[in-house]
């Protein structure tokens, strides 16, 4: 296992998705708790949305933050469970480039100390595509709180080692903006015509 953790926190760009067929942003009391936990731990809201469960429309919304170089992680709350309405896992696992089997493993092991064996009827799960991390919880506030207490405040958060998801997940657009400005100088002299001493042209 790589060491992959650094000394300074690295604030990252996070979009909240909530899937739900009634809520909306005021009385998203899931998504909320995302928000907030995301921005106490200094990180940065991407972008927020609501979608119904429907696979396609959780599709669209998904695929879009993870074509986006401005969203490095998305958060989604909702459709993890049994109904016939639950299709947040359906509608993800085709996007996900390299399944991250151990999110819904540690997620229902961690859930079992506040609800016993009902974890077991969470579908939670994660994955990378695109250098974007993808993390499906319940629909319930408390999940949504354990999630990121237990597991994604810790693998979201740079200086967590042995080694945290950050490291695999595309650069912020902060970080590549300095990182081109610190290549422009390099490319002016490059572009710049050589002069030989003595040149009479």
Do not use: Y
């Not at 005021?26 to 940065?44: K, M, P």
């Not at 016939?84 to 997620?107: H, M, S």
């Not at 810790?154 to 290549?183: I, M, W, Y």
Request: net charge neutral; with cysteine; glycine share 8%.
């Amino acid at each position: 296992m790589a060491h992959l953790s650094t000394r300074e926190f690295q604030p990252l760009d996070i979009a909240v998705l909530t899937v739900s067929d009634t809520r909306t942003l005021a009385n998203d009391t899931s998504g909320q708790v995302l928000v907030d936990n995301l921005e106490e731990a200094g990180h940065r809201l991407a972008d927020r949305a609501i979608v119904v469960d429907d696979i396609w429309q959780i599709r669209a919304r998904i695929s879009a933050w993870i074509a986006d170089e401005a969203v490095q992680v998305v958060l989604v709350t909702g459709g993890t469970g049994f109904t016939a309405r639950d299709n947040t896992p359906q509608a993800v696992q085709p996007l996900l480039d390299k399944p991250v089997d151990g999110f819904g493993e540690l997620f229902r092991h961690v859930s079992l100390a506040e609800i016993g064996t009902s974890a077991l009827q969470s579908r939670a799960l994660a994955g990378i595509s695109n250098g974007t991390l993808v993390c499906c919880l319940p629909g319930s506030p408390n999940a949504c709180r354990t999630g990121w207490r237990k597991i994604l405040g810790e693998q979201l958060d740079s200086r967590t080692g042995p080694c945290n998801f950050v490291a695999h997940l595309k650069a912020s657009l902060g970080e590549r903006s300095q990182a081109s400005l610190r290549e422009q100088p390099q490319a002016s002299l490059r572009e710049q015509p050589r002069v030989c001493c003595g040149s009479r042209s």
